[in-house]
């Protein structure tokens, strides 16, 4: 059974910084990739960023040169840095593990709320 808690949302004001933290329990498999979403108010869920299990980022490019995602293996942690947060980075963020190999997946955590105040 895989569980994803995330961590480390919160108020913060423009231009400020958050570091969200998501633990990992259970298996990830061999093949993975690990992703940040974002859930604006009223607004679908937007991929935001992800790391592979072979340790490639990619980001959403509204947030590229701000959000630093990376990966603790020690600690089973997957962290999304977040730098010079504007208002419209409000919202819930995601935690989800697609699991590819072995047994196929998709895993998600419950959200921790960040709220960017102008």
């Given at each position: ?8 949302g919160?108020?913060?004001?423009a231009?400020g ?7 990992v ?12 979403h ?6 679908r ?26 990966r ?10 977040m ?33 960017v105040?102008?």
């Open positions: 059974q895989v569980q994803l808690v995330e961590s480390g919160g108020l913060v004001q231009g910084s958050l570091r969200l933290s998501c633990v329990s259970g298996s990830t498999g061999s093949k993975y990739r690990q992703e940040w974002r859930q604006a108010p009223g607004q869920r937007e991929l935001v960023a992800s790391i592979t299990s072979g340790g490639s980022p990619d980001y959403e490019d509204s947030v590229k040169g701000r959000f630093t995602i990376s603790d293996d020690a600690k089973n942690t997957v962290y999304l840095q730098n010079a947060l504007k208002p419209d980075g409000t919202g819930i963020y995601y935690c989800k593990l697609h699991r590819v190999w072995p047994g196929r997946g998709d895993y998600w955590g419950q959200g921790t709320q960040v709220t105040s102008s």
